[in-house]
Each structure stands twice: as structure tokens, then as C-alpha cells.
């Protein structure tokens, strides 16, 4: 059973451009959060995703945007990029309607912007 | 909104020690408590989980336990081990939201052979 996939592993941009990340949730899942971890930091919330909607969203601004497919894979797209977007960026998945449900996440895309 | 606080942020025992890590959170309708375990380079791995209607649990070496009350939940790992070594985060998920972890900010747990 495939766990939570993520692709690029390593993505480096520099100021100004676009970038997409992928995820895969783990066989199973419906939904998909994407979480941004800043170096030696916990994980940040930037949104969730089920049954293609947005279902909720944290503190980021409106450059960070995503998509959720019909086959519940998902990706999340960053304009505009600034240096302080540079993280590790991990899309974790669960199954249900949300209310604590348990999220396993993926090994993460580290995005360098330079 | 949801504030979550870790302590300590690094801890060191011996291997065979037990480890203790603790974390408060301030909204009373956080219902749902996991943790995760981070190696260098890969993502967090739960390890661990309670929920709001349960004062303990416990899996092998590991144990959680929530006081509601106090709003503070705590992970205890005993007969630690070189392969323990990574950093542990705390979460919580706020009341009413629909699934969004706000974690502590992480302790660096070191075993020493």
C-alpha cells in the first residue's frame, strides 16, 4: 500500500516565478492538506481540500493557490514566489468529512527560491 | 485562534532513559492530539494519537496523556533508544475547524548510546 507521494523532491525558482507541486494521497484518502514548513519550525496549515473544494485555508495569501483531481490527487501552486517562500512544503492526507481526522503525510518538496 | 506551546525544544538522555515532552494548547474545544516524529529529510510520521473523550494511551514504548482541564497533553517514550533521535512535534486540531493541524514548535530529541 503506497503511502503519500510527493513530487518534485527538490525544486530551486528564483524571485518572481510560478511553481506547481504535486501530491498523491495514500490509497484510500479523499482529502488533502498542504502544510508549509519553514527550517526548524512546525508545520504551517495552507489549506485543505475535499471532494475538489477548498474546504478550509490558513493565514497565506491568495499567491498560494491549489487543486484537487477527481482521483483526489492534488496540487499546490505558488505565484509571485518570494525569498520567504523557501520550505519544505508536505501535503498530508486523511478520509472523512474532517473534525480530527488522522493525516499521514508525504516526505515533502523542499523549494528553494533564490 | 488555536496556540500550541512545546517544551522543551531539545532534550538529551541516555539510551534506556525515559523521555518526556510536554505541550499546552489555549482553545478548550481542541478535540483531537497527535504526534508526529520528524527524521532529517523526511516528513512527519505519526507516532501517536488521542482524542478529546480519552485520558491515556498507550502503544509499546510509547504513551500519551491529556489533561483537559489544564488544556495540556504530554508524550512519554521509556526504554529509549539511538533510533528515537529525531524531532517530535505536538498538534492539535481547533474546535469547529475541519482537520487543520496547528503544531508546538518542535523538540530535538537526542538518544546517547
Known amino acids: 500500500d503506497a503511502g503519500v507521494t510527493q513530487s518534485p523532491t527538490h525544486l530551486i525558482k528564483t524571485r518572481g516565478q510560478q511553481v506547481t507541486l504535486r501530491c498523491s494521497p495514500k490509497?484510500?484518502?479523499?482529502?488533502v492538506s498542504w502544510y508549509q514548513q519553514a527550517l526548524g519550525q512546525g508545520p504551517q496549515f495552507i489549506f485543505q481540500y475535499y471532494e475538489e473544494e477548498e474546504r478550509q485555508r490558513g493565514n497565506f495569501p491568495d499567491r498560494f493557490s491549489g487543486h484537487q483531481f477527481p482521483n483526489y490527487s492534488s496540487e499546490l501552486n505558488v505565484n509571485a514566489l518570494l525569498l520567504g517562500d523557501s520550505a519544505l512544503y508536505l501535503c498530508?492526507?486523511?478520509f472523512g468529512q474532517g473534525f480530527g481526522d488522522t493525516q499521514y503525510f508525504g516526505p515533502g518538496t523542499r523549494l528553494t527560491v533564490l | 485562534g488555536e496556540n500550541v506551546e512545546q517544551h522543551p525544544s531539545t532534550l538529551s538522555v541516555q539510551e534506556g532513559d525515559s523521555a518526556v515532552i510536554k505541550c499546552t494548547y489555549s482553545d478548550s474545544a481542541s478535540n483531537y492530539f497527535p504526534w508526529y516524529k520528524q527524521e532529517l529529510g523526511k516528513g512527519p510520521q505519526l507516532i501517536i494519537d488521542?482524542?478529546?473523550?480519552?485520558g491515556e494511551k498507550k502503544d509499546q514504548r510509547i504513551a500519551v496523556t491529556l489533561n483537559k482541564t489544564a488544556k495540556h497533553f504530554s508524550l512519554h517514550i521509556t526504554e529509549t533508544q539511538p533510533e528515537d533521535s529525531a524531532v517530535y512535534f505536538c498538534?492539535?486540531?481547533?474546535?469547529?475547524?475541519?482537520?487543520?493541524?496547528?503544531f508546538g514548535k518542535g523538540t530535538k530529541l537526542s538518544v546517547k548510546p
Open positions: 498530508a492526507s486523511s
Open positions: 490509497s484510500g484518502h479523499d482529502t
Open positions: 498538534a492539535a486540531v481547533p474546535g469547529g475547524s475541519q482537520g487543520n493541524l496547528i
Open positions: 488521542i482524542r478529546s473523550n480519552v
